[in-house]
């Protein structure tokens, strides 16, 4: 669905519904704003591990390498 034809509904609802509707969409942008800021806060803080830690980056030297899925 189009967000023209979403808003076009939520217009002809009641008030009330409106407001319940913004609400929880507003919840949700918080939510994965907040989910987003704590996974690169997270990735920040493990950054110098990964810089210095080399087992942990030991499977990117298969970054390159095709992958076919076994039939």
């Known amino acids: 669905m ?3 034809n979403i808003i076009k509904e939520i217009v002809k609802l009641p008030l009330i ?6 609400e929880n969409a507003m919840k949700s942008i918080r ?3 907040a989910k987003g800021k704590s996974l690169k806060e997270g990735a920040k803080a493990l950054l ?10 030991a499977f990117t030297s298969l970054d390159s390498v095709d992958f076919y899925e076994a039939e």
């Open 31 to 33: 939510e994965e704003t």
């Open 48 to 57: 110098s591990d990964y810089k210095t830690d080399k087992d942990l980056i």
């Open 17 to 22: 519904e409106r407001l319940l509707v913004i």
């Open 2 to 4: 189009e967000t023209v």
